[in-house]
């Protein structure tokens, strides 16, 4: 097959990006058995590499077109119509570079915390990045689930074999959890192979051709169904959000971080490329419905942050209520709505994959993560209270910070779709002040709980190292989100084109209530 000189550029880059972590994981199994500075290196530099690549990426992208740049495309098997199909729009560049950026994060900040089985620690981090940038750059469906599979089996071994005391449970119930949901997305994914083969005489998998094939309502509305459940499984919306909490509090700070920072913006990812994508019309129909779930894990996530005791699950249930801004977000269905509740995802990702980095290094020093524990710690730790401080006033959405743009764009976009919804929506702002600044006065502040901490020692420069980038990009999307907004416009457009024969159908949440009550 021959390539013109973009899809020589997108061969060597996407592909090249895609296995480049995979391939630093293989050298060090076959390599690097017991010598732990050497992986060590080599996993840092495999993820320096590889983000140094995206940014590469990010320079031959153009952000006046919506359409999939850098594509790849070459028969895999045949006999079934799967190919080889790489490609990506503004929406998945820019989560591939939060997951390369988050990587590198998470790698230096586990540097010296992971004592036991540290080659296989390292290579799992490495392997679960090849398995998310594989989701957000895979244009063929099989190819889509194979990494969407691939990315699952490392954070288990992460949760299960370097967690806490309780590993195994939340391990168990992250992987039947989401592997449930992929089981369903997967009979959904060959019912419209299906049915497209059989309409057409042609079967193929590729995400180009389905989402113009046209399915008729009847399977709209089961094909919605089935991709929605899987996805928000993995967001995760209320009410299948509980192994989340688990999953977060027993992992390592590594995994909490990739956890928080991309894993969970599969979901929505998932939702706009399939939902919106191949079925507009049972995705209208459904607005109000996934409106009312997304203020229910607004309100719900940060009101039970008020009553946390552990910090690492007050971050934890602040996540439930900070994904139900974006699907509001997103299901509001205009532009700033849908620009903000990406933007959102990738400020979520920067801003709580820091809290959890936070949290790792106070979890370290003091080996205790109960709120109550603490006290004062800004006294022996005042550049940890500094930093810890900015990604407070950053997720609480502190205008100069990057959670005030995404939030601001949510909720404009939400008050277009129904002013009681955003009215709602805010409920969950403010009580996200009151969680954040009330954990952080009981943690920094107040009386010193336990003279021994008045021992402790101050970040040292390779934490530093890790939360310097993490805080710079708060201070760039919050001054100037200009250049990420560009890259999303254009992406949104083509949302609001691909729904917009539909538009007429959407319901606010007052005829969901009216019809829903007129059936007692």
Not at 252 to 258: H, R
Not at 326 to 334: D, I, M, P, R
Not at 393 to 413: A, K, R
């Amino acid at each position: 097959m021959e390539f013109g000189f973009a899809e020589q550029i997108g061969f060597r880059a996407l592909t090249l990006l895609t296995f480049l972590p995979a391939l630093g994981g293989l050298v060090m199994l076959l390599f690097m058995r017991g010598r732990p500075s050497a992986y060590k290196a080599t996993a840092l530099v495999t993820s320096l590499a590889t983000f140094a690549l995206s940014l590469y990426t990010l320079t031959v992208f153009r952000t006046d077109t919506a359409a999939y740049q850098l594509q790849e495309n070459f028969v895999w098997i045949k006999s079934f119509g799967i190919n080889y199909h790489v490609g990506v729009d503004g929406i998945s560049l820019l989560l591939i570079l939060l997951t390369t950026f988050l990587s590198v994060i998470a790698i230096i900040g586990s540097w010296n915390y992971v004592k036991d089985r540290e080659l296989g620690f390292f290579v799992s981090l490495l392997v679960l990045e090849t398995g998310m940038i594989g989701v957000f750059t895979a244009m063929d469906l099989f190819l889509f689930y194979v990494f969407w599979e691939i990315q699952l089996i490392p954070m288990y071994f992460i949760i299960g074999i370097w967690g806490g005391a309780r590993r195994i449970y939340a391990a168990i119930k992250f992987f039947l959890y989401t592997f449930a949901g992929s089981v369903i997305m997967l009979v959904a994914i060959l019912g419209i192979v299906w049915w497209y083969s059989n309409q057409s005489g042609v079967m193929t998998f590729d995400i180009l051709i389905l989402q113009q094939a046209g399915f008729p309502s009847n399977i709209q509305f089961w094909g919605f169904l089935a991709f929605f459940v899987a996805f928000a499984i993995k967001v995760p919306m209320f009410p299948v959000h509980t192994w989340l909490p688990d999953a977060h509090v027993e992992a390592p700070t590594a995994g909490s971080v990739i956890l928080a920072g991309v894993l969970l913006k599969m979901g929505v990812y998932g939702m706009i490329r399939f939902c919106v994508g191949f079925f507009p019309e049972a995705t209208i129909k459904a607005v109000p419905w996934v409106m009312v779930l997304s203020l229910i894990a607004i309100v719900y996530g940060a009101a039970v942050s008020l009553v946390q005791p552990d910090m690492k699950k007050l971050v934890a249930y602040s996540s439930v209520s900070h994904m139900g801004f974006v699907t509001a977000g997103l299901f509001a269905f205009n532009l700033q709505g849908i620009e903000g509740s990406i933007l959102q995802m990738v400020n979520h990702g920067i801003l709580t994959g820091a809290l959890f980095q936070m949290v790792g290094f106070f979890y370290e020093r003091t080996h205790t993560r109960e709120i109550k524990d603490y006290g004062g710690m800004a006294r022996p730790l005042p550049v940890a209270a500094a930093f810890f401080s900015l990604f407070v006033l950053g997720s609480l959405g502190l205008p100069g910070l990057n959670g005030f743009i995404g939030e601001f764009l949510i909720l404009l976009g939400v008050f277009q779709y129904a002013v009681v919804a955003a009215v709602f929506a805010s409920l969950g702002i403010i009580l996200g002040a009151g969680y954040l600044l009330w954990m952080y006065q009981r943690t920094m502040f107040q009386e010193l709980k336990n003279p021994k901490w008045l021992e402790l020692k101050d970040l040292n420069v390779r934490e530093i190292v890790t939360l310097v980038p993490l805080a710079t990009m708060a201070f760039v999307i919050g001054i100037y989100p200009r250049p990420f907004l560009e890259m999303l416009h254009q992406p949104a457009q083509n949302i609001m084109t691909q729904v917009e024969p539909y538009l007429a159908q959407k319901e606010s949440i007052f005829q969901l209530a009216s019809s829903f009550l007129g059936g007692f």
